[in-house]
Structure formats: C-alpha cells, structure tokens
C-alpha cells in the first residue's frame, strides 16, 4: 500500500449525492461485459454517471466513474499537463480474481490546461482503480496489499480497489 | 477459539476424511465386521486397558522390576488429517506416549497423511517418510510422491530431508549407524530406481545412485547398502551397479543389517515365512514360520528381532533375537520390551462423511500394545499434542539440493520469475503472464479438466451413505430411471434421466445387464472417494465443488512457508499439464479433461461432476467395459461366472491401470499391466487381504494392488460418522469372506518372463500379463464364491437427505427493512445454488475477489484454497484458510524500487473480498452473514469503507468473532454497533492474510453483506 500520508493527501474522494437520482434517458446500448471497451458518451452510459473516486496525481485528476445502467466504469482525466511517458490507466481484475489488465489514457500536449478526457469502459463488475502513472510501472507488485512503507521513486498515484 | 490449527478445533470443514484411490485410506482396527474372515481373538492378557496415555500400568509386575531404570522406548508414527505424528513412548515413564513431533502442510482438499518410520542404530533420529495418503493411489505417489524428515529423538526437532520419494514398504531403511536409505522410482513400471543415502544426523542426502533396475527392501550395513533385484540379495554399487550375493529362499519382505555386518532376512516361499542369516560366506537358514506369523525388527543395538512364531527358530549367536508374539506387530521398541501390535488415529473409524460435526475436536490415537515381558495386551489412548515441535514441509523437498546446486536453481528461479512478472505488454491492454518459453513452462493457467472449480455452474452435493448404496443397488439392476429437473443442482443443464444418460451397456456375448455385484461397485467408490462425490470438505447435505482427483497437477499440496520464506517465486503448485481429471465418487476419469469432445456430452460431464448417481451409472459402464475386455482377452477366471465378486478382480485391476491391447504397443506385448500385479516386489510378500487384520491397513495403502484393496473394501464396509457399516456386506460363501487368491504369483509365468521367486526383472512391457486364463476357485458355486447383497428394490425411492447441518438460510430476517436493504451476495447470480434459494445480485452490489499479488503466478496460488461452498446466505460462499501477514523481503517485488519492499511472505495465499453494496438510504447498519459451518476465525478485521468525502479511502477497522457460529449456528452478525452514513463508493473488505496467525489458521468465510437501515 502506498504510504498512508500519501493516500490522505493525493486522493480525494469526492463527496457526492449520496443516492444518485434515476435520470429518465433512453436506455443504454450496453451492459456489463456488452461495455467492454466500448466509448461511455456514445454508449448512453454517462446519462446516469457517478463519482466512485478521484485521485488527484502529478498530471492529472483521475476519476472512476461509473454508469449502474451499463453497469460499466470508466476513468474521467482531467489532464493539468500532457506526457509522453505517464499515462492514466484504469485497472481491472476478473470478479473471482485473476491477471491485472488495463486501459489507458494517453495525456497529450495541448495548448491549453485542463482539459478532459475518458477511457472506454470496463464491467462493472471486474475489481476496478484509476491511476496516474509512470509507464506501466505502478502495478501490484509495487503497491502490495499490505503497508510496506515502500514505493517507486517516480510518484504515481493509484486509488484503492474498488 | 485458538487460532493455531493444531491447537483446539481442528478446522472443522477441513476434517474430511480420506480413505479410496484418491487417498486410500482411513479406518481403523475396531469394529471389524463381524461377518469376515479370521475373527479377531479377544485381548488377552491381565490387564486389558491401559493408563493415561497407554501407559502400561502395574509396571513391575508388567514390565519386570528394572523398568525405572531402563533406557528403553518405541518410537512410532501414526497421521491424521493434522499431519502425520512421530510418538515416544519410554520405559521409565511406564511406556506413556508422548508426541515427539508432526510432520505436515497445509491440504487444500483435506484429507489424512500417512508415512513410513525408522530410527536410526544410535536411536538418537527417527526418519519418517510420509504423504498425503492420497499420494498412494497413483503410480506416481507411491514411486515418488513421499516426503523425507529427519526428527530428534530427544528433542523432537524435525528437518526436511527430501521430497518426492517413494511410499514404497520398506523406505526408510535405518541400519546400525546415522546412514539411511531411501528409493524413488520412475519409468512407467517403476524401473528405474535412485538409492538416496541420507545422514541423519545432518540431515543432508549424502549421494544418489541410480540403477536401471528395480531396487527394492534397502539396508545400509557396514558392508555397504544391499538391496533386492530380481529375486536376489544385492549389493548396491556407488555406480548404481548391483552385485548378486545371494539368492534367497523366498520372495524376500524384510531385509535388514546384522551385527556382523552381514543381513538377516524374511522371505516368503509358498505360505511360509522363511529366516535366514546372510554373511559374505553364504546364507545359513534360520528356520520357518506361516507366512503371516513371523516378522523382523530392528533394535537400538544393532541387532534384530524375530517376532511371532519363533518356537521352531534355530538359536545360535548369529541368529536375531526371538520374542514370542500371537500377533502381527506394527511397532517395536528399542529394546523389545513392548510391542505396538495397532495404532490408529480416532477418527479413522469413520471414514463416511466425517468430516464436521460434533466429534472430539483433540486429535488422538487408540493404541494397543503388548508387554512382552508380561504378555500383558493393553489398549489405551493417546492424546496427540498440539504444540509438540512441527515441520511445515516443503512441497519442493527441502534440503535435498546440494548447496550449489541449489543457489545455482535459485538463480534460475529469480531469472524466470523475471520474465513470468512481466506480463504487460506496453499498450492499451495487458495481461496473461506472458512467458520466454511456453514448452518449458507449467501450464498455470490454463486448467486441463472439463469441470472447473468453484464455478457456480459445477457444484456437487455430498450424498449419504445410504443414498450411494442405493445408487448402486439400482444401477447394478438397471434401475437407476430417476428423473433430475432442469437446472438440477443449479447446474443450468436441461432435464435428464440418469440412466438413460448413462445405460448400462451389458456384458457377455449377449450384453446382458444387470450381472454386476453390488459390491463391487460399492468396493470402488470406497476405495476412489470414500463414498463422496464432493469435496472431502462437504459433509453429507454440503454442497461444494466436486471431488476432483489432481485438479491443478500438484498432488494438492500447498506450496509452503519454507518456499516462501526462501523467495521462491515459481512454485511447483500448479501445473495443469499433469492434472488427471478423476472426478467424483468414483473418480471418472477417462473423458474428462477440456480437449476430449468425444467420450462424454458436456452435459454428461457435469452429471459426472456433479450427480453422485450419474458418477455411479457411469463407472458401471466403464467397469462393464473392463469386464469386456478381460473376456475378449480370454482370461475371466475361476469359470467367469460374473455373479461371483471374487471374478471381478482382473477387471478392477484393468479399471486403474488399463489393460494392452494386442498389437498396441511396437514391443508385441500386451496384457495387464504390471503395476497391479500382485507379484511386483513393490508390494509386501507377507501381506494379508487388505483389512483382514485390522482397518488400519487403510492407512498403508501403498501395500496393496488396487484390485486387493477394492475388494477388500467390498469384504469389510467403511463405516459412516456414527460408526455404522455404510453399505451391507456380501452373501459370503462359506468362508465367510471373500475368496481371493493368496498365491501372488498366480499371475507370473513364462508369458510374462516372471517367476515367482524373481518377479518379472524387466519391468517393462514384457512383464504384462497377456495370459493364460487362471482360476483360484474350483468349480466355483454359491457355496465357495460370494454374491451381491442388495438393501434396495427396483422401487425403491431415492433416500431423503439427512444432512449434518441445517439449510442455508435463503431469506431476510422478518423485522428488516427489505425495501431499503442491500444484500451484497458472493456471486452474481445467486440462483445458482443447491437449495433453491433465489435473489438477485444486480440489486444489491458486487461482490469481488483478489487472489495473490493481482499479477503473477500467486494469482492462480491462491485459488488452490478458496474453496465454494453450499452454506451462508442464498447457498453458495466461499470459505478459504487464514494465513500470516508476516512480511518478508521479496527480490522479485523489487524489481524498479529503490529499496526493497517488505511483502507478505503469504502473498500466494492471499485472498481479498469486496463487498460494494448500491445503497438505497445513505444511513445503514452493516451485517455479515455467517454460514453453519466453514466460519472460525475469530477477531477478524472488516474494513468498511465509507466512501464519503476524503475519509472515503480511509476505512474503519471493526472485528467479528466468525467462530461464535459454532455456538450460534448461521445468522446475521452486525458489524460494530452504529448505523453508518454510507455514500456511493463504499464497501467492506476482508483478507485472509492477518496478524498473528500461524502459518494456515482455521476456516475463515465470505458470505453475504446486507446494509439495512
């Protein structure tokens, strides 16, 4: 686990409606594993979107968003300044466990900050976290389940598992 | 409750007993049927109950005045499903028992150990090959599936030897100093052989030698290391090359070091157990007893027992000690003075879904010894200690490597672990270890079998015995047309009826059905399973996952602490490539791996996994096959009449090991094969019908061919958790047994180039056995063969279930809120459960699971413990054992850090669940279903994350006594004591890794969540 100070001080998790309401839109294209990789907006998921998380990292603001309609999330940058060498990835593990996979986010040079951005999305149902990376370092292996007073030098920020 | 797992309740789902072809193995000596074959004599003797931990009470009249000074003690072993126990019992101390050491790891399936002792000429170490008893049913187990310790004899300090050695009788092999032999074989036959020398004292393997021929019944001597092959006594080369240098009487079972430095020996020759004293000079014989009369131990000063029916024994300086004895002896002390003639673990008389339950939760040991200066024959029970010292064995095998043959395997791990970590490929999508060099690797992920574990769609109910009996008793008559609904066992299949799915084929030239005896087919699913077509976890009224024989090709065992702690990062527990699919009850293995499309339906593969009927209607159509090949081959013995039991012993020897056909192999040969062939030399000569003299023989299941041990079990019942027969007894003839041959080397002659006195030496093709056709009983009638007995008619129902625990509770508490509440079940469709309950998971939450480190191999670890489970809210959980959160440096966690982390030295045992509920009110309590039976952790930590503001990432730490269930039975527990404000984004987590623990601790549960205003 990243450094407790760290968790405290580079994630913020935003406070939303605690009971979203059920906005009256079309229904979705999409459920579930129907979502994978497919884009929220175009997919009618962001009608009914909510805030799980947001991480505040050295680029970006990385949110998990997720759609109970689609049943999908999908991370939501908000990108403070463009990398060719971080990148914000959502992570995703089979419901029963498995082999960590990942969409990511590139952040790209542009004339003006912030400006945000979304992945495609992931089922909901997978154990999901957003981060805001190295390359393609900041993994398990160097944030493992339990407090290891330990990290990477390069100061990626990952939330909890979600 | 303790947390140690040795110390108080045994973890109860974890106390499934074993005893079948998947571990052989079980009973006990008591309550032997009455009905059998030489009846046991009563104890006899002046004392008949022994004191507090067996102790041999009046010692001075029994054990002669000078017992307070004596320096004798026994040193024997007795396993459970706790591990396998090394007991001292001293003379000074009136031969009490006191538990020296437990040697074990962690099963996931359960189930018992077993092993083999001796101790070595100083008496200071004893050295214990032991298994899971499991490992005796494959070839492969008994060639090599053992693991090796040396332990204190003072201290009770254990050190891992070895691993992968053979469980064969004779191994280990002490001699008159610290040198002792131990074998493993390899080759389909078992022909090759290693002759590992260990030093005790240091507890390192000291060389290796390998012979390409078959080595059996080791003794180091001051000679050098002698041996058997092919009928003669050996001397065993440092090359591996054997020197002949003698040719005994018999067929040789015991073969021992002498003072003298030559061997005394027992062989057997037609019924008679031979002696003989063997010096470079020659053999001199010692004299004669029955075969089943006369036995040889070692004592602590060199020299060596004859044991039985010495009166006719020549006396003379070279010539072994003789002591007396009625009976058989299991154990010896050092000295002689007492005799363990059985030792058997408690449970071991109740192999039928033992499992949990009410049972005494201390492990112990019902011994009967003899006082051989009294003849005193005492019983008395032995309380094996918890915290004696323990080994957690090492499924890599310990010290065996050589130094640098073992930094130099380290550094290849580290290599591989290397590439194996680095699974992502650099682009929008990741994952899938990737690998340098696919063939070289074990297969992890990929499994091998059609039915995969802990799919919601695969779980099979544990049936009573009565329910199996029944089974059988319709399938044998062709009666088995039950109907199973659709989505049986919320298997999602259509509707089917059994033995329209799986007819029964018929055998003769006019396929007629209905001639298989029942018992026969009851022996088997004794010896395959002990009547369980679930899991060894599950008792009767469980669901879980179906038994299943090698699953992740790891023998199922554990990788453990010391691989850990040793940074091994590719442990040798999974390989999918080498699973064998047996499935269920009868452990149906043909057909059952993912890439067979052909022999079964996908549908009869699930009835197979998961319908303990279908498992039986389907292994009488294989055991019809074998009977037909055996016909077609010409060799049906004794007439082939099929009525007789007794005729069914080549097509049960043919069911496990499968019989050439003639043109099959470019050898020419064909026939039986040899690995059951009860004249291999791999097997005890002296042996009697497995069970005659006592259950106990379940606990050596590596003694006897399969074909023996089936029939054994038709001959004398398991008994269920109450001590009950669970199935009837055959019509005997008038033996009152069944008939079987006792002549070994009934099926050795010039076919096979075996002769009875040598064997087959080729132990290749060559040995098998392609005829003639032989008989062992004349004209055989009801009155010298026996017939099935049936409990069930033709119209007989399918028994109700009498399950050991109550049903899962399937609804809410009738005061909660159910509108606003949210029931975060274990699965995503609860429906899929043995008991009809219903809910529905997309109005609750998610549920999740993370195994290991999320991105290497301790991924698929972990799995190897998480077990479904047919109890908790809805019907299914999920329960897996807690481990240490102790932390450790890990290199291959280090690859791009700065400073090594500090991991759990556990990780690939770590399961973490998640519990995300869809709130309907933002104000809620939090309670946490426990199940009737698989929850024990007590003090457990729940994390709940709140998921409000910035705190959301912060959880609240509250603990829950999971093993208050053993008191209060299954219900709804409340996490803390407040309602909660909640926000999108919460969710409770729990780990199995926790602090304080023992390496594995009890059962820990995951079962469903409810947020309830």
Redesign the interface.
Known sequence: MRS?AR??TG???A??????ATPAHAAPDCKYSACDGGDPAASGCTADE????EISGPNAKVRLM?S?AC?AVWEEAEVQQGSNSWFARLWS?D??????????LTYEYKATYPYTARSIMRD????VRVCDQF???D????N???P??????SGSIC???? | MARHPFRTPIRRSRRILTTGALTAAVLATTALPQAGAQPTPAPSGPNAVAGADAAVPSPDGNLGKGWRTSTDQLITSAGDETGFHIYRAQENKAFAWDTLSTLTAPLPEGGSWSGNLCVTGSGRYAVAVYAPTAAANRAEGVDAGGYAAVVDTTTGQARQIAGRVSLAYFAPACGAGERVLLSRYSGPEGRTTEVIAVDAETAKVTSTVRSEQQITNLAPSAQGDFGVADGSVVRIGSDGRTEKVAAPAGRVFTLNAAPDGGLDLLSAKEQRAVAEHWTPNGLTGLGDAPLDRLQLFRLGDGRNALVGETGGLKKGAEAPVALPAEKPVAALSQQGHLAAEDIQPAWVTRAVNFGAGMEADVPQVTARVRAMHSGARLTGTVTTNPSAPRLLTDAAGGAEQAPAAAAKAQTAQSLQSTAL?D??S????????ATANPAAEPNW?TPKCAVKR?DPNNQAMQPTPAMVQWAVDRAVTNSLDIQRPKDYLGTGQPAYSIQAMFPEPGIGPNKQKGLVPAQVLLGLVAQESNLSQATWHAVAGDAGNPLMGVYYGNDNLLRTAADAAANRTTPVAINYSKGDCGYGIAQITDGMAAADKTTWTPAQKTAIATDYAANIAAALQILENKWEIVRAAGLLPNGGDPRFIENWYLALWTYNSGFYQPGGDPSGYYGLGYRNNPSNPIYPSNRQGFLRASYGDAAKPANWPYQEKVLGWAERPQNDYTGKMAYVQPNFGYIHSLNLPSNYSLFCGPTNHCTPGTGCPALNSSCWYPGPAVSWIDNASDLNASTQKLAYSASDPEPAMVARYPKPDCTLPSGWDAANTSVVYTQ?YPWKNAYGCNGDQ?KGG???????????HA?YL??ID?HQFGAGYGGRMYFTHVYS?N?GTQP??Y??????????IN?SH???A?W?P?????GNRIFVHLPTHGAQVPNLSYLI?S????????PTVTKLDQSQTKTAGQGWFQLGDARM?????A?VQV?N?VDGTDFSGPDIAFDAIAFTP
């Open positions: 407790l968790a405290l994630v913020v998790l406070m939303v409606a605690v009971l979203p909510e805030l799980l998380q997720r109970r049943g593990v419901p029963e466990g498995g082999v960590e996979t990942s969409w990511g909901y149902r997978k154990s390359l393609d370092q993994r398990d292996r160097f493992p389940p339990s290891t007073g330990a990290d990477d030098d939330g909890e598992w979600f | 970590g699974i992502s650099w682009g929008d999508v990741t994952g899938g270890p992920s802990n995503f997309e998610k549920f999740t699971i993370r195994t290991g480190d999320n991105y290497s991924v972990a799995q998480l959160n932390t291959q966690y690859q791009y850090l700065t400073q090594a982390p500090q991991v759990p990780i770590r399961v973490v998640t995300s869809d709130l309907k009110v933002s994350y998921g409000c503001g910035s705190n959301g990432l912060v404000i909640l926000c999108s984004g969710r780990s890794l």
